[in-house]
């Protein structure tokens, strides 16, 4: 059994705090894939009430990284090879039509964002910071969502990041570091700043294939692992 502290919260109608540490637990490896919340434990580690915890664990449910099963109690999702290889596959597929629409809508507004993005993104691996670092990554990739004016796409990226936050945060366990190199996405940034869209719809393809393999044997170790509880 794996045994998951936490600091007490002074406040107990901290909703918001309650939900970023059970966030930051599940991203860093605290609490993982499959695990068992116990609600009681947490409740007294944080020294809240069972109401505004439960009230976390069902904004975390509905965000996609725990699950509610009845009769049996909240867990972190389960995490399959196909869980991951179908979310970034899809990934792909969305990137390549988000750069496209995004491209001819390109202004100085655009690129001063993606450099204040990118920039999110670097001090946070400074920092070492894993949860804000797959955070301020997502924000930076979802700029040419954001940017694509399309209200669908739009949507299904946002659906799409409550998982692509869970794999993303395997994807540092499996390479056993906090955090990516602080340059990863630089290649990125310049391209989409550039001329050839082409070369940055490729670049993107490629991002994402980034140590893939890697990731994907990681998930297949995690579904030999028998169930925990917190």
Do not use: C
């Amino acid at each position: 059994m794996v045994k998951t502290d936490f600091s007490p919260i002074a406040d107990t109608t901290r909703r918001a705090e309650i939900v970023a540490l059970l966030r930051r637990a599940i991203l860093t490896g605290q609490l993982q894939p499959g695990q068992k919340l116990n609600e009681l434990r947490i409740s007294e580690q944080m020294r809240v009430s069972r109401a505004p915890l439960r009230e976390a664990m069902r904004e975390l449910v509905q965000e996609g990284i725990l699950t509610s099963i009845p009769y049996a109690g909240t867990f972190v999702i389960d995490v399959t090879a196909k869980d991951i290889d179908d979310a970034y596959s899809l990934n792909q597929v969305l990137d390549e039509f988000a750069i496209e629409r995004t491209w001819p809508q390109r202004d100085q507004r655009f690129f001063d964002e993606l450099d204040r993005r990118h920039e999110a993104v670097k001090q946070a691996t400074r920092n070492l910071d894993t949860t804000r670092q797959i955070e301020t990554a997502l924000q930076l990739h979802g700029l040419i969502y954001e940017w694509a004016d399309n209200s669908v796409l739009l949507e299904t990226w946002q659906r799409l990041t409550s998982r692509l936050q869970m794999y993303f945060a395997l994807h540092q366990h499996a390479r056993n570091e906090p955090v990516p190199a602080e340059d990863v996405h630089e290649t990125y940034v310049q391209l989409m700043k550039g001329s050839d869209m082409r070369a940055a719809q490729r670049h993107a393809r490629e991002h994402i294939n980034l140590d893939f393999e890697q990731l994907l044997s990681y998930a297949r170790s995690l579904e030999q692992r028998p169930s925990k509880g917190a």
